[in-house]
């Protein structure tokens, strides 16, 4: 399973960024989502979606901040972060895994670095 994610960089508190995802035609057959891991934290999760895009779970840190999107077509799967706080600057990572339910991925990508400074 290979995932790459993109679109990280840095911004100032309460600004947005737009994560991507692209990863090859069998993620049409995943759920897919994002993790983050803060420096000295655990990776936790952020948000899913299901195999269609007809269903999203979001951490509670998040909800309403952030919008997870999918384009099977293109293989992609994306992540809208709105009103960035300095606690959400973390590495984020797209991951994939067979079950909708629950915060545990099983597949992770290279990850990309979210940085919002106060």
């Known amino acids: 399973v290979q995932l790459q994610a993109s679109g990280g960089g840095w911004v100032q508190a309460g600004g947005s960024l737009r994560l991507s995802c692209a990863g090859q035609s069998f993620i049409s057959s995943y759920v897919m989502g994002w993790s983050r891991q803060a420096p000295g934290k655990e990776r936790e999760f952020v948000a899913a979606?299901?195999?269609?895009?007809?269903?999203?779970l979001y951490a509670d840190y998040v909800k309403g901040r952030a919008t997870i999107s999918r384009d099977n077509a293109k293989n992609e799967v994306y992540l809208q972060m709105n009103s960035l706080k300095p606690e959400d600057t973390a590495i984020y990572y797209c991951?994939?895994?067979?079950?909708?339910?629950?915060?545990?991925?099983?597949?992770w990508g290279q990850g990309t670095q979210v940085t919002v400074s106060s």
């Open positions: 991951a994939a895994r067979r079950v909708f339910a629950g915060t545990k991925f099983d597949y």
């Open positions: 979606i299901s195999w269609n895009g007809g269903n999203t």
